[in-house]
DNA sequence: TACTACATCTCGCAT
DNA sequence: ATGCGAGGTGTAGTA
């Protein structure tokens, strides 16, 4: 053991009071009951506690928490006959979190400023909105009415209809399309058929792939494939192979 | 600045190439450039880099890092004129990350040791086992004949017939059903329909609850609805509710 | 609040 | 490697 419990005691408290940020490394037993029932038996893990009260517990390997705990939950800590307990509780979403500390490692603590926000570039909108721009990525007789119809018709991407007037509807994806982004796209087709009474509606599936499966289905019910890469992919990693490829 | 860029540099060069976990509160700017792009401007953040080579970007504030770069990564340190820069290149991800550190507010790095995996209960597995084992919370006539049986337009969570040989097809839901979940049974419905020649499949939905819409839909393609609750579900909340909170 | 669908989803499992 | 679906999914947007 590193930190002594008492002093980590001290620190714990006074850092929790404070709203800091606080990580720390030990060695600990880890039990959760809420939406599941877990146990970690006992290993070295990082915790990190925000000023909000969200706790993450992170083994040293992989990208996810093995545990946590959402924002605005109570945590507590006390001293044991040979361990202390860390207890978090959350009685709004009736999750509960026990760490048994056999010893701490290290210990960090500090009052964290940051009101800024992540400016992403790439989602599944950005996508719609280049198709919407950009119709004839589609067909040349695409014609977009709206895009994002977050109405009773559904939730579609891209809607619109060719110089035939028969409507059009499209579902965007940025990965990969499988079988259940065809069941989306049917969804609602069928409830732009019920809606508008008529049997000529057009769905297609923009995305840069398609799996075979997918492929099968969408084809069985007569709705369009179109491969198109989603905008700001791999930016840079394309300007870097444009840079090698020039020497 | 609390730590000077020249001691943290020796740091944390030593614990990265000795695999130790590190964490550092930092304040920063972040690029990232991958399957998205994204900007966060200057802020302080606590950065967790893994044995691994893990690297998260937390915010003060959160469930989720803000920014993240998978494991395998290939991090480097660097000094430039008035700022530290940290890069994360995944050459297999085609991912980038650039942390441009204006100071280090505190660091701490350690040789985590943990080979534990995290035992859980109370998962769809555990809800479909359920079922199988006791078949009556269905009906009174279903017989179950296998458990994740996987067809080519997916996989079925309990699969089995009533007393008349009628298919039976069962989609378990830990959670509230939403459309999507009927248009996966509906999808499994179909596929058995086709592959067994037969009309006479029904589909069941098994779930604690069930969106309006969704059980619309259930009703228009002749699925049942069955309310169930996932094993193991709040099982420390329940128990307290009896016990005033006596753990 | 409930419902819907995206996510730099991640992760495991099976083909 | 790819396909598929679950996740203690989390999160944002909307009615």
Redesign the interface.
């Given at each position: 053991m590193v930190v002594g419990f008492d002093h980590f005691i001290e620190e714990f408290k006074t850092a929790l009071s404070a709203n800091q940020?606080i990580?720390f490394?030990c060695h600990c037993k880890i039990r959760y009951?809420?939406?599941?029932?877990?146990?970690?038996?006992?290993?070295?893990?990082?915790i990190?506690i925000?000023?909000?009260n969200?706790l993450?517990v992170?083994?040293?390997?992989?990208?996810n928490p093995?545990?946590?705990m959402?924002?605005q939950s109570q945590i507590t800590i006390s001293k044991k006959e040979d361990y202390l307990l860390i207890s978090s509780r959350n009685l709004q979403h009736?999750d509960?979190l026990d760490i048994e500390v056999q010893g701490v490692?290290?210990?960090?603590?500090?009052k964290?400023?940051?009101?800024?926000?992540?400016?992403?570039?790439?989602?599944e909108k950005d996508m719609s909105d280049m198709i919407y721009d950009n119709p004839e990525l589609i067909s040349k007789n695409f014609k977009p009415l709206s895009r994002e119809e977050h109405t009773k018709y559904g939730f579609i991407d891209v809607f619109g209809h060719n110089d035939k007037n028969e409507l059009i509807i499209v579902e965007c994806k940025?990965y990969t399309a499988s079988?259940?982004c065809v069941?989306?796209l049917?969804?609602y087709v069928e409830k732009i058929k019920e809606l508008k009474g008529t049997k000529k509606v057009t769905g297609v599936l923009a995305a840069p792939k398609i799996s075979p499966?997918a492929k099968k289905?969408l084809l069985d019910w007569k709705f369009k494939y179109k491969k198109i890469n989603p905008p700001?992919?791999?930016?840079?990693?394309n300007k870097d192979q444009k840079t090698l490829g020039e020497y």
């Open positions: 940020t990580t490394f009951s809420g939406r599941a029932e877990s146990f970690l038996p006992i290993g070295d893990r990082v990190i925000k000023s909000d969200t993450l992170h083994q040293p390997d992989g990208n093995i545990n946590y959402k924002p009736k509960y490692y290290s210990f960090m603590s500090y964290l400023e940051d009101g800024q926000k992540l400016l992403l570039e790439g989602s940025r079988l259940s069941t989306q049917r969804r499966n289905m700001k992919r791999l930016e840079r990693y």
